[in-house]
Each structure stands twice: as structure tokens, then as C-alpha cells.
């Protein structure tokens, strides 16, 4: 169990989130816990869940983070009727995606205060600004950690090549669908004085896309890297080529990309190379292309990718979207592993050089990508190489002590906040 803070000197901090922070194994739950678990060292910190009805807390797994964090108190929302997301997006009111509204939330919540409401992420802000009447404004300092910009999300898939007809027309929707996306996130952000994101490139998004007065309250705030992450010693002398990513969606088109195309072409420059696809959702058409390839295996999960990395010659991050700082891409280079990716996939990391840190392909230029994977298996010198070169570059940035600091420099003294 994480200690905690009862100093009644030190800052208060509500922090609303919609997933529980434990285990952190995704986009949102990563710096989630991480921001909780670092902040309740100084900070009087209360955790609140916002709960979707569609998907009913886990008691187990609502214990198990009461065991790190105390007592999370919880409101429970769900979406309104579909229609009327359709038309409140249209007269930009709400985005269909969000379109909350409460069911009822714990008695103890009426009127709470605290120096600090630190809301993570963007969607729950909107369940917590459409659960409560009052808003925001009881708060000292409001920051909101979005890490991204919605408005880029929806804009950058109608840019983006599916692979597949339903897949491509939905992303010119949802490009189109940007414009509102945006004058509603724009109002939301609206509430908080400080906005996290990780990237300049988001920060710049945001201005072009959202506005420059929400720009203008961005802090940069990058993700870290667990520290253990860094103390893997890779196999020099494996042939396994590894590819992590949530099968569903979007990545289930890049998935059966890489297994029917690139792949194909990896074996006809190296025949010993293995694929390793970890990642849940996979359609029955996936596993079955998966499974009629020889040389490649899929698995939903593993409980700790850290055993994955040790035996990894390559780590393929075949990302395409211009915006978002991303996490398997920064794990895999701390663990020593070369990457090869889109230009995306090194998005945040500065000083970062092609050839040097990773290798940067084309967006599905299956020769770019069989050529780089072909070239680091071949040449276990120059894997270790660019695998230490990217470990190097990613220790000097991405730190969570690093992450807590900043935004612990965004919060004014108690004496600012009226204490």
C-alpha cells in the first residue's frame, strides 16, 4: 500500500478520472496512475470515479485501488439517447462520443472543495461537467491532463489510408465531424486553467485546430517510462519482431496489413524471423490470416511486457496519425529495442535522428518497413547500436518524477488558494 499524505498543510487535490488508475496498462491509465501515485506523496489526494452504466465497476478491481489510493468515491453517468448526441453534435452543444448525463454519485461529493481538481482525461472532464451543476468553479486550480487534441483525433483519421472501404469513409467523417468536435472542446476546456498535453505538436494542433486562447493554457507535460524498463538487457540474438496494439478499430486494418503484405516480404529477406502480435480485439478474419502464416504467433495479453522486450530483435510501431505522444513506441526504446515506425511514432522525442534513434518508414510503404526489419535482423551489431541510441535518448526525456514536478509547478501556494 502507497502511503498517504495527512498533513492538513499540504494541498488537497481532487482527482476525477473514469477508468481506475490500477493496473495501468493503456493510453489513459498509464499517466492516470502515474500522476495519482506520484502526487499523493506531497498531496492530500482524493481519487472520485466517474462510472459508465454500460460498464459496471469491478468491485475487486475498485478495492484493489482503494488498497493504493483510499477511498474512491463514485458517480455514475451514461449517454444520452443516440439521436440527440447526433443533433447536439451537429449544433456543436456536445460530441456524440461524450453526451453525458448523471445518474446519481456519492452522497459526500455535494459542495466538495480542494485547492487543487485535477481531471484526467478529456472525457472525464465531460462526464464530471455534466454531473455537476456547479462545474468547476469551487476549485482553487483546475487543470485539466488531455494529452491530446480530440479535434486532431477526428480530423487526422480523414488523412489517414484504412486500408478498407467502411474503415476510409468513416475517417472522411470523422474529418469532417473535426470543425464541431472542436467548438465543443474548446467550451469544455474552457473551465480549467491549465491544460496537460505531451507534445508541442498537440500544443500546435490545439492552436490551429481549437483556438489560441486554449493554446495559450497548454503546459507540456511528457509521459515517463518505468524506471525498470531501462534496466532490460536485451537478447542479442533473437530473431523475434514484436507488434503491440489494441486489434480493434483502426489498428485491426494495419494489423492485417502487416501479417498479409509486410510480413511476407520480411521472410523473403530473412526465413528465420518470427512475429509476435500481442493485442486484444482481434477479429476472427485476424487471427485466422495470423494463424495461416507459420513464422507468427498472436496472444490478447501479457502481464508484463518487460519479458517481451528481452527477446525482442524489433519492435514495429506502425503509426500514422500526426499528434500524441506514444507509449509502446518510448517502453521499447527504453528497453534497448530498435523500433521501426511512421514518422508518428517518434512524435514528442526531441533530438530524435532516423537511422540513429529508430528507423522512420513511410506510412504502409511495405518496402520501407520489410527493408528496416530486415536490415536490424541481419545486423545484430547495428541493432545494438541504435537500440542503445534510443535508450539514451528516451532516459534524458521521460521521467515521471519529471512529469509530477511540472505539474506541481502549475499549482499556486496555499496562500494563493485562500488558505
Known amino acids: 500500500m502507497t502511503a498517504h499524505v495527512s498533513d492538513s498543510s499540504a494541498r488537497s487535490i481532487l482527482m476525477a478520472v473514469d477508468q481506475l488508475p490500477f493496473p ?25 470515479l466517474l462510472a459508465d452504466e ?28 443516440k439521436l440527440k448526441r447526433v443533433v447536439d453534435e451537429l449544433l456543436g452543444r456536445d460530441m456524440f462520443n461524450q453526451g453525458w448525463e448523471c445518474l446519481d454519485a456519492s452522497p459526500e461529493l455535494a459542495g466538495v472543495a ?13 462526464k464530471w461537467l455534466a454531473a455537476n451543476s456547479s462545474g ?12 491530446d487534441c480530440t479535434a486532431a483525433e477526428y480530423f487526422y483519421r480523414g488523412t489517414q489510408d484504412f486500408g478498407g472501404l467502411k474503415l476510409t469513409l468513416k475517417a ?17 476546456l474552457g473551465n480549467f ?32 517510462v518505468r524506471r525498470d524498463f531501462f534496466d532490460i538487457r536485451r537478447d542479442g540474438s533473437t530473431n523475434k519482431v514484436v507488434f503491440v496494439a489494441e486489434l480493434s478499430g483502426e489498428y485491426a486494418a494495419i494489423a492485417d496489413w502487416l501479417v498479409r503484405v509486410v510480413w511476407p516480404a520480411v521472410i523473403a529477406r530473412s526465413q528465420t524471423a518470427q512475429l509476435l502480435i500481442i493485442g486484444k480485439g482481434a477479429s476472427a478474419e485476424l487471427r485466422e490470416a495470423i494463424r495461416c502464416v507459420g513464422s507468427a504467433e498472436h496472444v490478447d495479453f501479457v502481464d ?10 524489433v519492435v514495429i510501431c506502425p503509426v500514422f496519425k500526426g499528434y500524441g505522444l506514444i507509449n509502446k513506441a518510448l517502453e521499447a526504446m527504453a528497453s534497448g529495442v530498435p523500433v521501426v515506425g511512421g514518422v508518428a511514432a517518434f512524435n514528442g522525442i526531441e533530438g530524435f535522428v532516423d537511422r540513429v534513434h529508430g528507423f522512420v518508414c513511410r506510412p504502409r510503404n511495405t ?28 532516459e534524458d526525456q521521460f521521467r515521471w518524477a519529471s512529469a509530477i514536478q511540472r505539474i506541481e509547478a502549475l499549482m499556486p501556494h496555499r496562500s494563493e488558494s485562500g488558505e
Request: aromatic share 4%.
Open 24 to 48: 495501468p496498462r493503456n493510453g489513459v491509465t498509464l499517466p492516470t496512475f502515474n500522476y495519482a501515485e506520484g502526487l499523493m506523496k506531497s498531496h492530500r489526494l482524493r481519487l472520485v
Open 136 to 147: 468547476v468553479d469551487r476549485f482553487g486550480c483546475r487543470i485539466a491532463a488531455v494529452s
Open 367 to 394: 518496402e520501407d518497413f520489410a527493408m528496416a526489419i530486415s536490415e536490424i535482423l541481419s545486423n545484430p551489431v547495428r541493432a545494438d547500436q541504435v537500440g542503445s541510441a534510443g535508450r539514451t535518448l528516451i
Open 304 to 313: 508484463d511486457l518487460r519479458s517481451v522486450y528481452a527477446s525482442a530483435a
Open 114 to 126: 480542494a485547492d487543487v481538481f485535477l481531471v484526467s482525461p478529456y472525457s472525464a472532464a465531460a
Open 193 to 224: 486553467d491549465h491544460v496537460l498535453m505531451q507534445t508541442k505538436t498537440d500544443q500546435q494542433l490545439m492552436k490551429s485546430l481549437v483556438g489560441e486562447g486554449t493554446a495559450a493554457r497548454v503546459a507540456i507535460v511528457p509521459n515517463g
Open 54 to 81: 454500460a460498464n459496471p465497476v469491478d468491485q475487486a478491481a475498485l478495492a484493489e485501488n482503494e488498497a493504493i489510493f483510499g477511498e474512491i468515491a463514485v458517480i455514475r453517468v451514461r449517454r444520452r439517447h
Open 172 to 188: 472522411r467523417l470523422d474529418k469532417l465531424r473535426a470543425s464541431r468536435v472542436a467548438v465543443v472542446e474548446q467550451r469544455t
